[in-house]
């Protein structure tokens, strides 16, 4: 059950932007982790793209917003992280090819 619900929770993932790159969070590189615990609380490990970003506030707030409006979502904590910081390895083939890096 947890399992199912992790994966749809990488599904909204997918449907939340990063308003200066056209590509969404998740095939960015932006979520190091999803866990779920206990069943239906949903603990989600973000870095921003630099410590500066201008989306700092919003982003994960977005995240947390859209995660816990889930069906099956008691409730969301996202916790932002710099370790290790991102840098454009981090994305997906499909992300890179988008941009035109791949």
């Known amino acids: 059950m947890s399992e199912h619900l992790r994966d749809r929770v990488i ?11 056209p590509i969404d969070i998740y095939e960015l590189g932006l979520i190091y982790e999803v866990r779920i615990v206990d069943g ?5 490990v973000m870095t921003l793209t630099t410590p500066n970003c201008p989306s700092a506030q919003s982003l994960p707030a977005e995240v947390e ?3 816990k409006a889930m069906e ?4 969301c904590n996202v916790y932002i992280t710099f ?20």
């Open 65 to 67: 917003r859209s995660v």
């Open 40 to 44: 239906d609380l949903v603990e989600v």
């Open 11 to 21: 599904e909204t993932l997918h449907t939340i932007f990063d308003p200066e790159i």
């Open 72 to 75: 099956g979502v008691r409730d």
């Open 83 to 102: 370790d290790p910081p991102w840098d454009k390895s981090m994305m997906s083939e499909a992300a890179l090819f988008q941009i035109g890096l791949f």
